[in-house]
């Protein structure tokens, strides 16, 4: 998945692993839209898609009952660089609805760049990969299904890691078959 390439004109590639959540409003449609925002960015290329997770939300000490949220992982192609991929991800954030009030708060969608190429930052704007991506079965299950030799760089094989955490269930997370995100 790290790969970078070189696409048409001499333009660099590059590969990133993305997570989508969201668990208000109709929230298949809204991945869906997350997922159909994406392949339409110019010189974006959403390449494998995973089954959608069905999980409780991580709540913050104190906070108000949430529904639960719909997850999935998807990999990407795109000319953008990380900066530049996060502006996109926060702009089809927000044009689905999403606010920022509360952290770990209720939201229409969650768009979180987990890795970009192989690249290793933290920056206040953007920690690559995600720092807690090792930890969320969210994030490892659905990834897992999709692409089971992906490696989370800085961390190890994503079986690895979701085999540590107990698999999916034993952290909520359960695979919802009757639901499915479709390729644009």
């Given at each position: 998945?790290?790969?970078?390439?070189t696409?048409?004109?001499?333009?660099r590639?590059h590969?990133?692993?993305?997570a989508?959540?969201?668990n208000?409003?109709?929230?298949?449609?809204?991945?869906?839209?997350?997922?159909?925002?994406?392949a339409d960015?110019?010189?974006?290329?959403?390449?494998?898609l995973s089954?959608?997770?069905e999980?409780?939300p991580?709540?913050?000490?104190?906070?108000?009952p949430?529904?639960?949220?719909?997850?999935?992982?998807?990999?990407?192609?795109?000319?953008?660089p990380?900066?530049m991929l996060?502006?996109?991800?926060q702009?089809?954030?927000e044009?689905?609805?999403?606010t920022?009030?509360?952290?770990?708060?209720?939201?229409?969608?969650d768009?979180?760049?987990v890795?970009?190429d192989e690249?290793?930052?933290?920056?206040?704007?953007?920690?690559?990969?995600?720092?807690?991506a090792?930890?969320?079965?969210?994030?490892?299950?659905?990834w897992?299904?999709?692409?089971p030799?992906d490696?989370?760089?800085g961390?190890?094989p994503?079986?690895?890691?979701?085999?540590?955490?107990?698999?999916?269930a034993?952290?909520?997370?359960?695979?919802?078959?009757?639901?499915?995100?479709m390729?644009?």
């Amino acid at each position: 998945m790290s790969e970078t390439t070189t696409g048409e004109g001499g333009i660099r590639l590059h590969t990133a692993v993305l997570a989508i959540g969201g668990n208000l409003g109709d929230r298949l449609a809204n991945l869906q839209s997350a997922v159909d925002s994406l392949a339409d960015t110019p010189s974006m290329t959403v390449t494998w898609l995973s089954p959608v997770y069905e999980t409780a939300p991580l709540l913050a000490e104190g906070a108000e009952p949430q529904d639960d949220y719909l997850n999935a992982v998807l990999g990407i192609t795109s000319a953008l660089p990380p900066d530049m991929l996060l502006m996109r991800t926060q702009a089809i954030e927000e044009a689905l609805g999403r606010t920022r009030e509360v952290h770990w708060g209720a939201r229409t969608i969650d768009i979180d760049i987990v890795q970009f190429d192989e690249l290793v930052q933290d920056e206040p704007e953007l920690t690559l990969p995600h720092p807690r991506a090792a930890q969320r079965a969210f994030v490892l299950a659905p990834w897992h299904d999709a692409r089971p030799e992906d490696v989370l760089i800085g961390a190890g094989p994503v079986a690895q890691l979701l085999a540590a955490l107990g698999g999916a269930a034993a952290q909520g997370a359960a695979r919802r078959d009757d639901l499915e995100l479709m390729l644009p």
